[in-house]
């Protein structure tokens, strides 16, 4: 017995060096892309975040504009406006392998933990739309307030966050059974959403406000940022904000609860990610068809690549 530890035990590091050696080396050669949706051209460009190039334009349905990636499954889900559908494209080929019919506009898309489900929100309608990353095809439906615009999902709680734009509310949703948990007041036409551990960031668009929201008491702060505010992405302890109608980017010191700088974009700025890997910032440009590129740990602009007709890629639009 002895004899076999000794053989075993040796072997079973062995193995384990070498999986870790694949997995980290394979992991350092993934090349992260962000998937920018063109309302204006009905298209949805890539650009290769290492070497900041457009590579590819896939052809979707009409005025896409919201989006979501589920990094684990290689599907991005576009949500297309204008033909009232969902283009699933496979990350892996960047080709169109599914379009899900849905009889209403899909504004904004989220996905859950586990990314066995696609949530949308259904503007026209009230409702949040409940899709099967499996089956490819819509199992529920429920309501929610109104104009629901959009839409995020906190991994702590398992909570789904919705903006509801013309009610200046924030309903915080039970993913599981889809009961509302909580109603808060935010600023006026509170529109792009995001969450980070207990927090959630709105982005008020008619009082040049952000709402956080802790998702422990309910207790909302507001700090004031420029023109417009769209949307809000937060690193570390930095949230940063598009102001579409003075195409600027407020940076937030979160802890301090204020603007401390201001950093041009391009043209109607609208929607932001962040890839961390390589510390990068990107904000799509609406005015100007374009995505602004910023190192994400100096504040400086680097680079800005044109994409197609109206850049907005309104949800989290990099795989990394």
């Known amino acids: 017995m002895v004899i076999i530890k000794k053989i075993i035990i040796p072997i079973i590091i062995i193995v384990m060096l070498t999986l870790y050696y694949f997995y980290d080396f394979n992991r350092l050669n993934i090349t992260p892309k962000a998937y920018i949706t063109n309302q204006g051209d009905n298209t949805v460009s890539i650009i290769d975040l290492k070497n900041l190039i457009k ?108 903006t509801n734009r013309d009610e200046n509310t924030v309903e915080i949703i039970n993913s599981e059974n889809y009961n509302i948990i909580k109603k808060l007041k935010v600023g006026k036409h509170p529109f792009g959403i995001s969450t980070n551990g207990k927090f959630a960031y709105v982005a008020n668009v008619y009082d040049d406000t952000v709402t956080e929201i802790n998702l422990e008491s309910f207790s909302t702060t507001t700090v004031g940022v420029g023109d417009h505010p769209y949307n809000i992405k937060t690193y570390n302890n930095l949230g940063f904000v598009t102001n579409a109608l003075d195409d600027s980017l407020s940076v937030i010191d979160l802890k301090k609860k204020q603007e401390f700088k201001k950093i041009r974009t391009g043209e109607n700025p609208e929607n932001l990610d962040i890839n961390i890997e390589f510390n990068l910032l990107v904000v799509t440009n609406w005015g100007s068809d374009s995505v602004s590129i910023y190192d994400l740990k100096n504040l400086t602009f680097i680079k800005e690549i044109k994409t197609g007709t109206q850049s907005r890629s309104f949800g989290d639009f990099i795989l990394q």
């Open 55 to 162: 590579t590819k334009s896939i052809k979707v349905g009409v005025a896409p504009l919201g989006i979501t990636i589920l990094k684990n499954s290689n599907l991005a889900f576009i949500g297309n406006v204008g033909t009232d559908d969902i283009s699933v494209i496979d990350t892996k080929t960047d080709e169109v392998i599914r379009t899900i019919k849905l009889n209403t506009a899909p504004l904004s898309l989220a996905s859950n933990t586990e990314e066995s489900k696609v949530f949308v929100t259904d503007w026209f309608k009230n409702k949040v739309i409940v899709i099967s990353v499996k089956e490819l095809k819509v199992i529920n439906t429920f309501s929610v307030g109104k104009t629901p615009s959009g839409i995020a999902f906190n991994k702590k709680f398992n909570y789904l966050l919705i």
